[in-house]
């Protein structure tokens, strides 16, 4: 996983160990123009500007700085700046597992993001997970805007032996979810998960039913569901879905679907929000609970 990445890594390793055997000093100039080349990779690799800005300057520092170790091979010193950029980063996060358990039920995780990226898909995924660790999940259909939306989140349910809360077709999404809610409360039920229609962050209507929904129902965590693969798109939503209604968590799904890996250092440092999970495919046990230490390894191979 995350394959552009790791190679663009390895490969300013090798430019590096070049310049060092042929005994050129790391000398400001030509350390700059490796520098930049290696920022526009990561740029090429969905990495947001200002995080490769960020990463460049941590390798400026380990390579000519202060804190330059004699005698650590560049190959090194690149982990270690890469160690360091990510604890950086991922200084936001969230154990979700943990979360559940200390929480008071019913919980409420309501789920939101632009058409497609798979929302309905990861809910029957958390869903599972949860069933897996002994709670009851319940789920809201809160997408009563999409033809055949209910059907899908149905299906899943049927599947899993779980209950779903549903209205007519386009009831009020924000009413859906208050009615699940009570059902839990009623039944005793853990953790309540509601879909909502994909949406255009673009839309000012839809965004307003966002708001409308969390208002009424005050959500324990509003989780905003992207694709990998979406690059700089999936940031510039992010940071608009968190300005205009507020997000708690990040998941992150298709990483199977070649995802180059700077999205998920992109959209927590823009939105300091951490990231929950990441999905990896269309199954219900494709669902990786995100750490810090795994993320690393796909681009370090330790
Ligand atoms: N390869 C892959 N496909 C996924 C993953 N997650 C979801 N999908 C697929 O993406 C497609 C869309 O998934 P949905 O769950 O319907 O997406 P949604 O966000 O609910 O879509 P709307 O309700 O229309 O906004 C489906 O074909 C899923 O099987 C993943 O992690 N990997
Ligand atoms: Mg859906």
Redesign the pocket.
């Known amino acids: 996983m995350f394959e552009a990445l790791k190679s663009k890594i390895s490969s300013l390793s090798k430019i590096k160990e070049v310049l060092t055997e042929g005994e050129i000093s790391l000398d400001d100039s030509s350390l700059r123009d490796t520098l930049w080349e290696f920022q526009i990779e990561l740029m090429e690799c969905d990495v947001a500007l200002p995080v490769a800005e960020r990463i460049s300057e941590v390798l400026r520092e380990r390579l000519i700085g202060k804190k330059r170790k004699i005698g650590t091979s560049v190959e090194e010193i690149v982990r270690e700046a890469f160690r360091e950029i990510v604890d950086e980063i991922f200084i936001h996060s969230l154990d979700f597992d943990e979360f559940i358990e200390k929480t008071e039920k019913p919980i409420l995780l309501v789920f939101i993001?632009v058409?497609?990226?798979?929302?309905?898909?990861?809910i029957a995924k958390i869903a599972k997970r949860l069933l897996d660790n002994d709670y009851t999940p319940i789920l809201a259909s809160g997408?009563t805007f999409?033809a055949g939306?209910e059907e899908?989140l149905r299906e899943h349910a049927e599947r899993l032996g779980i209950r779903v809360i549903a209205h007519r077709y386009g009831a009020d999404p924000a009413a859906v979810i208050y009615d699940a809610v009570a059902h839990a409360r009623a039944r005793k039920a853990d953790v309540v998960l509601a879909d909502t229609?994909?949406r255009m962050h673009t839309n000012v209507n839809l965004m307003d039913q966002l708001r409308k929904i969390c208002r009424v129902n005050t959500p324990d965590l509003v989780i905003f569901?992207d694709e990998a693969i979406a690059g700089n798109d999936a940031v510039e939503r992010a940071m608009r879905f968190e300005r205009e209604v507020g997000i708690d968590a990040h998941i992150l799904?298709?990483?199977?679907?070649d995802a180059k890996g700077g999205t998920a250092l992109s959209v927590v440092y823009e939105t300091k929000k951490p990231i929950a999970f990441f999905?990896?495919?269309?199954r219900y046990e494709?669902l990786k609970k995100f750490s810090k230490d795994w993320f690393l390894k796909q681009f370090l191979g330790e």
């Open positions: 993001g058409n497609g990226t798979g929302k309905t898909t990861t997408d999409r939306a899908q229609s994909g569901v799904t298709k990483v199977d679907a999905g990896t495919g269309q494709d």
